[in-house]
């Protein structure tokens, strides 16, 4: 007598290949962010996002096709579209800004401050009711946003911006990427309920085409062939990591999935170490333990509670930790 396969062995199948995407996603945006530190002082920032952005639109056509054509694109939120595609872009600049100046692990780890300044932002801009739970972790991992400034945040207050440490600099704009990932985190809560994850993802990338083109007529300079197989390949890498990360998400449930936003720690320190010789100080492990702690107990109380952040995420929108990712 045959058998076939019962719905907990599909639904175990399927949970380990959303999580070999989710691990193969993270992994590619952290190989992205590593190009990018490469490149920085070789190649103008604007120029950069520009590649980022428009060579990923070959893989996003891709999804946009499998999820039905251009009418997938379809929207009743142009705003809500903009205010999501600005502040990815703000987060962009700023993230890719970062990876020049600051080590990477430490870059990616201030960035993980974005899932706790997401529910302040939703308590302050969506009116969304945020218990002494949440709240108590938002403390929490604001405790270790400040660890892991410390000592950058002294000097800047010290000396100021024009005239702070480069790596004061860069973990400064680490945190304003996170605030607005953060941000744009938020407009995705909003956006998700009613639009195509294909279409939040287009907008987003196509303002970013436009944005960083503009750029280009004051500050570019003509790659030579390493640099311009780079920049394919920070765009193709953002675009296929997108892919991945979306079909983890349509595969299994968010509270699966989303905790292995962190894995982008071990990829960061690791790659950080071995390509450019960059070690972790305790001080910023420490902090990076709080905020991902914070972030941890924040995503798991609004999977209990049914916020919006967790049907985002379920529908492979919510922006994941690696900057460029947003």
């Known amino acids: ?138 403390g929490i991992g604001f405790v270790g946003v400040l660890l892991m400034l410390q000592p950058a945040g002294l000097q800047l207050m010290t000396v100021g911006l024009d005239r702070a440490p480069t790596e004061t600099v860069g973990l400064t704009l680490a945190l304003v990427a996170a605030v607005f990932v953060a941000l744009a985190t938020v407009a995705v809560r909003s956006l998700a309920t009613k639009e195509q994850p294909a279409a939040i993802i287009f907008y987003f990338t196509m303002t970013c085409v436009v944005a960083s083109a503009l750029t280009l007529p004051f500050d570019r300079v003509m790659p030579d062939a390493r640099q311009a197989w780079m920049l394919i390949g920070i765009g193709l890498l953002g675009g296929v990591a997108q892919i991945f990360m979306t079909r983890a998400y349509v595969l299994a449930p968010a509270s699966l999935v989303a905790p292995f936003d962190y894995t982008a720690m071990v990829y ?50 919510g922006p994941p930790g690696p900057p460029g990712a947003a």
């Open 1 to 138: 007598m045959s058998t076939s396969p019962g719905p907990e062995i599909e639904l175990n199948r399927d949970a380990g290949l959303a999580i070999g995407f989710k691990l193969i996603a993270v992994g590619l945006f952290s190989c992205m962010s590593a190009m990018v530190k490469a490149l920085a002082g070789e190649i103008p920032l604007g120029q950069v996002v520009f590649a980022r952005s428009f060579f990923a639109l070959l893989p996003i056509l891709w999804l946009i096709w499998r999820a039905g054509g251009f009418h997938a694109l379809k929207t009743t939120r142009p705003m809500g579209h903009a205010l999501r595609a600005a502040a990815g872009l703000i987060s962009m600049f700023a993230g890719f800004a970062a990876l020049g100046l600051a080590p990477l692990a430490d870059v990616v780890a201030i960035g993980f401050a974005a899932t706790v300044f997401t529910p302040a932002l939703a308590f302050f801009i969506l009116k969304e009711r945020v218990g002494i739970y949440r709240w108590s972790a938002v």
């Open 268 to 317: 960061a320190a690791i790659i950080g170490y071995v390509v450019f010789a960059e070690r972790m100080e305790p001080i910023m492990m420490a902090g990076a333990g709080l905020v991902i702690g914070a972030g941890l107990f924040i995503f798991y109380r609004e999977q209990r509670l049914g916020l919006p952040r967790g049907r985002a995420r379920r529908r492979g929108v």
